[in-house]
């Protein structure tokens, strides 16, 4: 690999369409950067197939192979850390991450998240959203801390409910915008205009 290239580990446990929208935004030459790994703590994600296809390395990391968390999350970071990694991009992994790997790569982290946060941080968010009656719900870019769905925001979209709307419906549309966001989102990064001033995310610093 290239050292100059800008360097993303994409760490997944389901079907990997966001995997998928960075994969086809580097081979359009769209993104400056390329995935040195893809890892996942489910052994039959399709996104591994996705990395695969595109003659990635994906890894399958078995929780159930360590003596506890804490072992798990330093095997992640000796993966990662093996591959000189200048971006952690969790993309639908449903693991939450703990202290020891949040310090090891503080700043250096970020996810995608189906919400307009704070609101309706966590599990079922469109269900949710939709029990609620929120008129608008959308995705948020942020930086990974500690607190679940709580590091400080970099990009929102909104989506609106439309009435006839259901969680599939919901989540369709709402995915979409992920998948622009989020490019957009490592974009920023790897072009070094972001700077954090406490909670707020600075563009084009």
Do not use: W
């Amino acid at each position: 690999m290239a050292p100059d290239k800008f360097k993303l580990a994409v760490l997944v446990s389901g079907r990997g369409s966001n995997l998928q929208a960075i994969i086809d935004s580097i081979e359009k030459n769209d993104l400056q950067a390329e995935i040195a790994i893809v890892i996942s703590n489910v052994k039959d994600a399709y996104a591994l197939e996705r990395a695969r296809k595109h003659g990635l390395e994906g890894l399958f990391l078995d929780p159930k192979s360590f003596p506890d968390r804490n072992s798990y999350e330093q095997g992640l970071v000796e993966q990662i850390q093996s591959k000189s990694v200048n971006l952690i991009c969790l993309a639908g992994y449903m693991r939450v991450l703990g202290k020891h790997f949040i310090e090891t790569f503080s700043g250096r982290i970020i996810n995608i998240h189906p919400s307009l946060l704070p609101a309706f941080p966590g599990l079922n968010v469109q269900k949710r959203a939709l029990e609620h009656g929120a008129r608008f719900s959308g995705c948020t870019v942020h930086y990974v801390n500690e607190e679940v769905d709580g590091g400080p925001i970099i990009l929102q979209a909104v989506v609106p409910i439309i009435d006839d709307d259901d969680e599939a419906s919901l989540s369709e549309r709402i995915l979409e915008q992920e998948h622009i966001i989020y490019l957009e989102a490592i974009r920023l990064i790897l072009e070094d205009r972001l700077a954090l001033s406490g909670r707020r995310v600075l563009h084009d610093k």
